[in-house]
């Protein structure tokens, strides 16, 4: 079992930036794609980002496309996140994939972290 933690959420004015972190606890999981997801009140989680094992291939949500970066340090991953709009606001939640590789879909992910809150005023 592994445990994912992330940090660095919290209240940002509209335009503003965030860095997401997220460390594996055991470390377990260089080996696999890590990924970011997000869930507003009311709505379904959904997909943000992921970056393969190596960090050679990264696929975002269109609605994150050109604003918001993934990257990881083998068992760590983050998301640098540029001109926040109050849509962002969410619960932001890091992932681990069960494969090298690992796309949008939920399904195709492990280990869950509990999430942080990332809150945009407009």
């Known amino acids: 079992q592994e445990q994912l933690v992330e940090s660095g959420g919290g209240l940002v004015h509209d335009g503003g930036s965030l860095r997401l972190s997220c460390s594996a606890a055991?470390?377990?999981?260089?080996?696999?794609?890590m990924g970011w997801f997000r869930q507003a009140p009311g709505k379904e989680r959904e997909f943000v980002a992921s970056?393969?094992?190596?960090?050679?291939s990264t696929i975002y949500a269109d609605s994150v496309k050109g604003r918001f970066t993934i990257s990881r340090d083998r068992s760590t991953v983050y998301l640098q996140m540029t001109a926040l709009n109050p849509e962002d606001t969410a619960l932001y939640y890091c992932?681990?994939?069960?494969?090298?590789?690992?796309?949008?879909?939920?399904?195709?992910?492990?280990?869950w972290g509990q999430g942080t809150q990332v809150t945009v005023s407009s």
């Open positions: 055991r470390r377990t999981t260089s080996n696999n794609a």
């Open positions: 992932a681990s994939g069960r494969s090298s590789y690992a796309g949008r879909d939920s399904s195709g992910y492990r280990y």
């Open positions: 970056i393969s094992w190596n960090g050679g």
